[in-house]
Nanobody
Framework: QDQLVESGGGSVQDGGSLRLSCTASGDTISSLCIGWFRQAPGREREGVAA????????DYSDSVKGRFAISYDNAKNTLYLQMNSLRPEDSAIYYC??????????????????????WGAGTQVTVSS
């Protein structure tokens, strides 16, 4: 059964760091593009970062570029999101997602959450000032 399970959320001070993990199980997910979304109370779910393991390309939203890093460990079937220089506005529930996205060696089309077929349950990240 294809499944995504997140971990690593928590509470940190402004400027702190956290690393989120998302373990994937099932054969389907291993062939898809994978990424992170987040949703704060009263706001739309927004894309944070995504990558294509097939093409080795990744992308980030402007709001996290230079502060967050996405990576994938093939041996562990685990997706990571290293989050540095965290800000209060980064507080949200973070979701791992996988989908059959459009990707090539030039980039990945990943911002639309409706393109993703599999979602984890989410993990809370809280950044206090």
């Amino acid at each position: 059964q294809d499944q995504l399970v997140e971990s690593g959320g928590g509470s940190v001070q402004d400027g702190g760091s956290l690393r989120l993990s998302c373990t994937a199980s099932g054969d389907t997910i291993s062939s898809l593009c994978i990424g992170w979304f987040r949703q704060a109370p009263g706001r739309e779910r927004e894309g944070v970062a995504a990558l294509s393991t097939s093409f080795g390309v990744m992308d980030y939203s402007d709001s996290v570029k230079g502060r967050f890093a996405i990576s994938y460990d093939n041996a562990k079937n685990t997706l990571y999101l290293q989050m540095n220089s965290l800000r209060p506005e980064d507080s949200a529930i973070y979701y791992c997602a996988a989908g059959d996205l459009k990707a090539s060696g030039y980039g990945i089309t990943w911002h639309d959450r409706y393109d993703y077929n599999f979602w984890g349950a989410g993990t809370q990240v809280t950044v206090s000032s």
